[in-house]
């Protein structure tokens, strides 16, 4: 099982630039959302879904775009890149239910927009 | 704002020792997690406690949630040095226990 695949690892962007990070997993989970983590900041979520065709914004949506056509891939947009979005991006996914259940991580994507 | 705080923001140990870490939130929750994440890795799962759970245990460490206090402690006893990572909490909120909201992490340094 390869979990949660996130590409790419690394990525620098001019700042305006546009760029889509991807995120798929294949365990069939309902749940996915991705998160930026900064230094001293923990995990910020962005947007998350929670199955195809539904996603709904995070602590902190502005600057990126999400969609989620199938159950697998759901890639985030950054839709004009600013130095404040220099970070590390992580792709998560969960299965639905109503007890609980633990997220599965993807490697991250560092990005740094100069 | 985020829903989790650590506490400490790092901890420093001898090789053998016992780690304590704590972990406080804002709302009412469906579940808290524990997550560890070596340096430039993504976070890995390591126990799961749910808000009608007081006490949890898995291998050498031991989680306790106090819903009326809104915090839960980790545990990691006899310590090594291949613990050292960051650990951070996770709440799943009870209105909206399909979000997973963390905290901002504890840094623990194992010394052999």
């Known amino acids: 099982n390869a979990g949660v695949t996130q590409t790419p690892k690394f990525q620098v962007l001019k700042t305006g630039q546009s760029m889509t990070l991807q995120c798929a997993q294949d365990m069939n989970h309902e749940y996915m959302s991705w998160y930026r983590q900064d230094p001293g900041m923990g995990l910020r979520l962005i947007h998350y879904?929670?199955?195809?065709?539904?996603?709904d914004q995070g602590e902190v949506p502005n600057g990126y775009n999400v969609s989620r056509s199938t159950t697998e891939d759901f890639p985030l947009r950054l839709l004009s890149a600013a130095p404040s979005q220099t970070s590390v991006y992580f792709c998560?996914?969960?299965?639905?239910?109503?007890?609980?259940?633990?997220?599965?991580f993807g490697q991250g994507t560092r990005l740094t927009v100069v | 704002s985020q829903q989790g705080e650590e506490d400490p923001q790092a901890l420093s140990i001898q090789e053998g020792e016992n780690a304590t870490m704590n972990c406080s939130y804002k709302?009412?929750?469906?579940?808290l997690q524990w997550y560890r994440q070596n340096s430039g890795r993504g976070l890995v799962h390591l126990i799961l406690?749910?808000?009608?759970?007081r006490e949890k245990h898995s291998g050498r460490l031991r989680v306790t949630l106090d819903t009326s206090k809104k915090s839960s402690s980790l545990l990691i006893t006899a310590s090594r040095a291949a613990d050292t990572a960051s650990y951070f909490c996770?709440?799943?909120?009870?209105?909206?226990?399909?979000?997973?909201?963390f905290g901002s992490g504890t840094r623990l340094l194992v010394r052999p």
């Open positions: 709302t009412s929750i469906n579940n």
């Open positions: 879904s929670v199955g195809a065709g539904i996603t």
């Open positions: 998560a996914s969960r299965e639905q239910g109503s007890r609980g259940a633990e997220a599965f």
């Open positions: 996770a709440t799943a909120p009870e209105d909206s226990s399909y979000k997973l909201i």
């Open positions: 406690i749910r808000s009608n759970e």
